[in-house]
């Protein structure tokens, strides 16, 4: 006897009496039709367990800025080779990755982010409610890399020699944000992410960085960013101040190119 | 056919291309960051833990392999063991916790269960498959109704139906024999 049709086999994993009695018995008794059966059942099950892990959600998008900020600094900036471009099927002048680069390293990919997602199912999300499938779309919002700035730290504090930072600035329609990453030993307190004055006393606050010491912050509209032009990380103690702790471990300065932007434009 | 846009994807990463981390992120992105979000349940140290998994991923590039496993089933690899490393943390930062508010009950960290990589794994093809086969495989997944009802209810001939449920469960098949952890 011929084995059951696979069409047959995949409507009984779902749990339709598909087929004849005879194709019932065959999908039982047959090592081969049997064995295909339980794969596909397995699927079948695996999809309808309820329990959790059945939705795929996306990253919300400052995960990427964090990963184009650290990876990017790395020295990995390897043009695609003639013979690499060749093993892909591409001829070494059609590469259009080898271009000078324009602007920042974490803007490009940002922007092939954004336009890709219209065409990848990478923002799909399915839900199940009651008998329909839910799909729905999600897009990140468009953002411009406006400053990628290098925190290090200060001669006056040797304890912090080893640590560095990076600050990316970035700006949406409606708001500017700083997406900050700290590479610092773990110490008790925590660290705090401020924007210093030109007088160096006065200083805005904008939050503290998370135990992996990263975090992303929203510029206060309307902060006069000629006057609030740097950014300093503090380690801060449990101690309840609000104030700075005076112990800066890295400090940067806004380039020209971000004091401009005073209210922020895409694109 | 269905596997070449991974292949791609997998071709330019392990070629070093300088746009290929965003590629990857975009292909895997929420792959990785559900089984941390899953694991972990909570947002921002799964969003620690979905960048430290591409980072990683990025630096140790030359140690992926493509002959010896799909960039899924390696991004895969990578993230439960970042997860393993954060909830080690966890329960290394609740002992302190626990000593220092003087024996408060801190949660149990849970493993990341072989089940719910597979889910997530399962969830994120479902994802990719073309528009009216996702949404037959929904059909068939998640109502009561019968194969016949669903061409009914969308308007396709029963055949077309049929293959699309028999091909699209054996590619989910496929995918979680690649990239799952629990064959």
């Known amino acids: ?267 | 056919m269905d596997q070449s846009p991974d292949e791609d994807v997998a071709a330019a990463f392990s070629g070093g291309q300088p746009d290929a981390l965003a590629l990857v992120y975009e292909r895997f992105g929420p792959l990785v960051y559900s089984i941390a979000l899953r694991s972990l349940g909570v947002r921002s140290d799964a969003e620690d833990v979905t960048q430290q998994a591409f980072v990683s991923a990025w630096r140790s590039r030359d140690t992926f392999d493509r002959r010896r496993g799909t960039l899924g089933g390696w991004l895969v690899t990578i993230t439960r063991n970042k997860v393993a490393d954060a909830l080690r943390e966890r329960q290394r930062d609740g002992r302190v916790l626990l000593h220092v508010a003087g024996g408060v009950a801190v949660a149990a960290p849970q493993t990341p269960s072989d089940r719910v990589v597979d889910k997530i794994v399962l969830a994120d093809e479902l994802a990719r498959l073309p528009e009216s086969q996702r949404l037959v495989m929904v059909l068939a997944f998640y109502s009561d109704l019968t194969h016949k009802k669903i061409a009914h209810v969308l308007g396709l001939p029963l055949g077309t139906v049929k293959s699309h449920i028999r091909r699209g469960l054996q590619r989910l098949r496929s995918r979680l024999e690649a990239d799952g952890v629990a064959h």
């Open chain 1, 1 to 267: 006897m011929s084995h059951t049709d696979p069409e047959i086999l995949a409507l009984r994993a779902l749990g339709e009496t598909a087929g004849s009695a005879g194709d019932a018995e065959h999908a039982g008794t047959c090592p081969r039709c049997r064995a295909e059966l339980a794969r596909l059942t397995e699927v079948v099950r695996l999809a309808r367990d309820k329990g959790a892990g059945e939705r795929l959600e996306t990253p919300p998008s400052q995960v990427w800025d964090r990963i184009a900020a650290t990876a990017g600094a790395d020295p990995v900036r390897v043009p695609v080779s003639p013979a690499a471009a060749a093993a892909n099927g591409t001829s070494a002048p059609a590469v259009p990755r080898i271009r000078p680069r324009r602007g920042l390293r974490p803007g490009r990919p940002r922007r092939r982010l954004a336009t890709g997602l219209a065409g990848l199912a990478a923002g799909l999300i399915i839900g199940i409610a009651g008998t329909a499938g839910i799909v729905q779309l999600t897009q990140a919002p468009a953002t411009r890399v406006v400053a990628q700035i290098a925190l290090s730290p200060l001669p006056q504090f040797p304890q912090w020699q080893d640590a560095a930072g990076t600050a990316v600035m970035r700006a949406t329609a409606r708001q500017q944000l700083m997406v900050v990453t700290l590479h610092a030993p773990r110490q008790p307190g925590f660290y705090e992410v401020w924007l210093l004055a030109r007088d160096g006393v006065s200083m805005i606050s904008l939050g503290d960085l998370n135990a992996g010491h990263t975090g992303t912050f929203v510029i206060p509209p309307g902060t006069d960013l000629h006057n609030y032009s740097r950014i300093d990380i503090s380690l801060q103690p449990f101690d309840g101040s609000t104030q700075h702790s005076k112990s800066s471990v890295v400090r940067g300065s806004l380039p020209a190119a971000a004091l401009g932007s005073g209210t922020a434009s895409p694109h």
